[in-house]
């Protein structure tokens, strides 16, 4: 439901703070109090198409906020689940500034949306009816929909069923369609497979392989340099005939040194030193030494060294920037080569498994369309009874199945469109073309009251729906609407004191002139405030006591019928 509205420089609204509550709400007033503008605000929240043309002069901007409070696992929470927006408190706030660049900035619970995503979201949120404005009732391509949610709890595991298997029928079909459409391709791309599997394969790939075989080929490569390193650091480290080497000469430094180690500490920590220095000159000579004995230069080890760097490096180029690369890319080319072999091993299989699948598609389908059918009759009947309770007990009402030459769509295998006969002796018409207000009113009222509860939508918007009829018809709407805010709240504009007197909660919209600049104000009426409003509804610009007697009259009458 929608808790809070706040409208900032909106048409001929400035600043407007309204609260709303649950049940059946009416907004009154004169004409051109602003009543609609607070609809069209809604509206825009809803994602209603917007235009700067809605500014309040003056303004840079108009800014719209709503607070709706939602049900924990109804179709809006799992659409803010989808869009990833935050709703633990199932509260629902919708923000929209409207600037007069044209830049329209959209929020849900603060998070940055577009109003392709706003509208979607809102249309699950509120839903509003005016007098040409009736949204999925008026659209034929939604009345299938409708149906559907009308029949929900008879077609729900048949519905299941035939989209899973309409899912499974187009990904077989489009496997089939891609390879027949594609033969060449198809066998460009299994040589190509077959090719750079086999290549990868042969090569035997593994993991830091380049890095080794780098570091033997830098090893050969330098040889000469290395070898010849090795040998001088050595000579000089031992001794080469009558010259001494440096191991020798630090072991004479620390033989002399050990007299004096003990008489200072200075001496002891120069002693210990020059011994380190003369273990590790040790333990340097014979790594050298070692090192030296393992030498040799091996031409042909290089040579395949460099070809086998020569072989990665042209993996490398093709299929990846690293061994790991190489090897990832050759699990993914072997998968899909699998895949093709196997498909192309079975391709009668394929058309088989294609033709299979659609038959049992078309049961299903058919199964689902027998259903549908049924409840379709079911939604007649229905809608007969509230067309009688409404005045039109001489109204047809037809859920018309059309021809679908054969067509298979996600929905099913049908095409549906509400048709309706107003009065004797007229031929059926699609109810998107009905022309008459007043007929239109009850026929969506009709629907609504219906569909109410099944849509599962928290906030439903009457604008002037009322329009064209009046007396018994006026209270018959009345009940109707009144009904349907059991399920939903409802916002209703009207200027029939019938409907005003059923409300839960009663707002008067004025407007007054301060500086030469038109404002916009929202009271809600106490009781005896609602008696003077539905006077001056039944009698005009003069309030009689008999139109006070009237009205309340009106208000005992509309309390005994929310009671009954």
């Known amino acids: 439901m929608l808790q809070e509205l706040s409208i900032t420089n909106f048409a001929i609204i400035e600043q407007l703070d309204i609260a709303f509550e649950n049940g059946m709400t009416v907004l009154t007033g004169e004409t051109g109090a602003g009543k609609s503008i607070i609809i069209d605000a809604v509206g825009l929240l809803a994602g209603g198409r917007g235009s700067q043309e809605f500014i309040r002069t003056g303004a840079d901007k108009a800014v719209l906020q709503g607070m709706f409070i939602l049900p924990a696992d109804g179709v809006t929470a799992h659409m803010l689940d989808e869009a990833g927006i935050d709703h633990a408190d199932n509260t629902v706030i919708l923000q929209r500034e409207i600037?007069?660049?044209?830049?329209?900035?959209?929020?849900?619970?603060?998070?940055?949306?577009?109003?392709?995503?706003?509208?979607?979201?809102?249309?699950?949120?509120?839903?509003?009816?005016?007098?040409?404005?009736?949204?999925?009732?008026?659209?034929?391509?939604?009345?299938?929909?409708?149906?559907?949610?009308f029949a929900a709890h008879k077609i729900q595991k048949l519905k299941t069923t035939y989209t899973q298997q309409y899912e499974a029928y187009q990904q077989l079909s489009q496997e089939l369609r891609q390879k027949n459409a594609n033969e060449k391709e198809w066998a460009q791309r299994l040589d190509m497979l077959?090719?750079?599997?086999?290549?990868?394969?042969?090569?035997?790939?593994?993991?830091?392989?380049?890095?080794?075989?780098?570091?033997?080929?830098?090893?050969?490569?330098?040889?000469?340099?290395?070898?010849?390193?090795?040998?001088?650091?050595?000579?000089?480290?031992?001794?080469?005939?009558e010259t001494p080497g440096a191991v020798d000469v630090v072991g004479e430094a620390m033989n002399a040194l050990e007299p004096i180690a003990n008489l200072d500490s200075a001496f002891n920590d120069i002693?210990?030193?020059?011994?380190?220095?003369?273990?590790?000159l040790q333990d340097a000579s014979g790594q050298i030494s070692n090192q030296l004995d393992l030498q040799e230069f091996d031409e042909g080890r290089l040579d395949e060294i460099e070809q086998r760097l020569d072989v990665l490096s042209q993996l490398k180029r093709k299929y990846g920037d690293s061994e790991q690369q190489i090897l990832d890319y050759y699990q993914k080319i072997a998968a899909e080569l699998a895949k093709m072999t196997d498909s192309e091993e079975n391709s009668e299989g394929l058309s088989q498994s294609v033709a299979e699948q659609k038959a049992a598609l078309l049961t299903t389908g058919q199964a689902l369309s027998d259903k549908r059918r049924t409840c379709a009759k079911s939604l007649q009947r229905q809608i007969h009874q509230e067309l009688k309770d409404l005045y039109m007990d001489k109204a047809i009402f037809e859920v018309r199945f059309k021809p679908t030459k054969g067509q298979i769509y996600r929905s099913g295998l049908d095409s549906v469109e509400f048709y309706i006969q107003t009065n004797p002796g007229e031929r059926m018409r699609p109810l998107a073309k009905i022309a008459s207000g007043?007929?239109?009113?009850?026929?969506?009222?009709?629907?609504?009251?219906?569909?109410?509860?099944?849509?599962?939508?928290?906030?439903?918007?009457?604008?002037?729906?009322?329009t064209g009829v009046s007396g018994r018809v006026a209270q018959a709407i009345a009940e109707k609407i009144s009904g349907i805010a059991k399920f939903s709240q409802v916002l209703c504009i009207t200027h029939l004191p019938q409907v005003a007197a059923m409300a839960d909660h009663h707002y008067f919209i004025a407007k007054k002139i301060t500086g030469q600049r038109t404002k916009t104000s929202v009271s809600k009426l106490a009781q005896s405030d609602r008696v003077q409003e539905l006077a001056r509804m039944l009698a005009g610009t003069k309030v009689t006591q008999l139109s006070l007697e009237h009205a309340e009259e009106l208000l005992r009458l509309a309390g005994e019928e929310k009671k009954a």
């Open 271 to 280: 002693t210990v030193n020059v011994k380190n220095a003369f273990y590790a």
């Open 438 to 466: 007043g007929e239109l009113s009850r026929m969506m009222l009709a629907l609504k009251t219906i569909f109410s509860e099944s849509q599962g939508i928290t906030s439903i918007i009457f604008d002037e729906v009322d």
């Open 194 to 241: 077959n090719f750079q599997v086999e290549e990868i394969s042969t090569a035997q790939v593994k993991v830091g392989e380049e890095a080794d075989l780098t570091a033997e080929r830098d090893r050969l490569d330098n040889y000469q340099m290395i070898n010849q390193a090795l040998q001088q650091s050595y000579n000089l480290l031992t001794a080469e005939e």
């Open 99 to 149: 600037a007069k660049s044209g830049r329209n900035t959209c929020r849900i619970n603060g998070m940055l949306v577009n109003t392709t995503t706003l509208k979607r979201i809102g249309e699950t949120i509120v839903d509003i009816h005016g007098q040409n404005e009736h949204q999925e009732l008026m659209q034929p391509e939604k009345h299938l929909g409708l149906l559907d949610e």
